[in-house]
């Protein structure tokens, strides 16, 4: 069952022995952050009774008044913020810091409140790292990475992949203009020698001969009734993988294919999961129990 958002006007001082964190984005009624964060939390107060009085809201931010939303948390008890559509760009000029990966990748998701200033993390990058490990057995180092998408969620999981040397990349779009923007911004801070280009109509035979690779949609095509796969995997050689940042619906158009042509294949849940534990650890400062957050997740959405 998901849990009801707030409108900030809901939002009331925390009393003295309380900690906040929150979700924060525009519209945020879908979220599932709380039930995970929530479990972790619970999970975490047995070990560390300082825990016990951590809460976890869901908050519906208008992007107009972020900042002021920020200051607002801030000033009523509010440590930690998880920020999705449409913030996660739209704050990097509201914030004192930002962790030097999060610069590269050109957005945060993770904020954190000392008691003087926000600093900016990103944990998506992260996240899709250990998901691709734990459900496909793929190393992001070792792999032929081919990223369907060039929004702000495929911008930072290319440059967490280039920060950890990974060997061969392709990113495919629809837009050619938007891909020629992405290469540009990543080429200030990464060697980008190892990154192809494609778009979605013109896919080179090069791509589709390359060795066993991982297939990463971040785009929202297949999602609907009436749209295409962004790519047709039967154009690939060999023993594809398949991972699917989309989590709701479990099944996109292109998970359904990759299954019927037997390739081992995920969905996004994982990758909620992962980087929702490492905004955890960075809050709390604690080892955050991946069971739970996986547990809370699953009960969300049955797969």
């Given amino acids: 069952m998901h849990e009801p958002s707030l409108k900030l006007s809901d939002v009331k001082p925390l009393s003295q022995d309380q900690v906040g964190l929150a979700v924060l984005g525009f519209p945020i009624n879908h979220s599932i952050s709380p039930q995970l964060h929530n479990a972790a939390l619970n999970e975490l107060s047995k070990r560390h009774s300082e825990f016990n009085n951590w809460i976890y809201h869901k908050i519906e931010v208008d992007p107009k008044n972020l900042s002021s939303a920020m200051l607002k948390l801030a000033e009523y008890g509010y440590r930690g913020l998880n920020l999705t559509i449409p913030h996660k760009v739209d704050v990097l000029s509201y914030l004192d810091k930002i962790e030097e990966s999060a610069k590269a990748m050109g957005a945060v998701n993770t904020l954190l409140f000392n008691g003087s200033e926000w600093k ?26 081919v990223f369907l998408g060039a929004g702000g969620a495929a911008r930072a999981c290319i440059a967490h992949a280039l920060a950890l040397g990974s060997k061969s990349i392709w990113i495919g779009n629809r837009s050619s203009k938007r891909l ?18 494609f778009t979605f109509n013109e896919v080179p035979d090069s791509l589709c001969q390359i060795s066993d690779p991982v ?48 390739f081992n294949c995920s969905n996004g849940l994982s990758m909620l999961v992962h980087q929702a534990v490492r905004s955890l650890e960075i809050w ?18 049955p797969q």
């Avoid at 490990?133 to 992001?140: M, R």
């Avoid at 992405?182 to 280009?197: A, C, G, R």
């Fill in 284 to 301: 709390t400062r604690k080892k955050i129990s991946v069971d739970a957050m996986s547990k809370a997740a699953k009960l969300s959405y």
């Fill in 215 to 262: 297939i990463i949609n971040a785009t929202s095509l297949g999602l609907g009734k009436t749209d295409n796969s962004p790519i047709s995997l039967k154009l690939f050689l060999g023993d594809l993988k398949v991972y699917d940042m989309i989590y709701n619906p479990s099944e996109t158009k292109l998970l359904q294919e990759a299954k019927l042509l037997h």
């Fill in 120 to 145: 900016g993390f990103n944990t998506d990058g992260y996240g899709l790292e250990k998901a691709l490990k734990g459900d496909l057995s793929v190393s992001i180092q070792t792999e032929n990475l």
């Fill in 180 to 197: 020629k923007e992405l290469i540009k911004s990543l080429e200030t801070s990464f060697d980008v020698s190892n990154v192809n280009t």
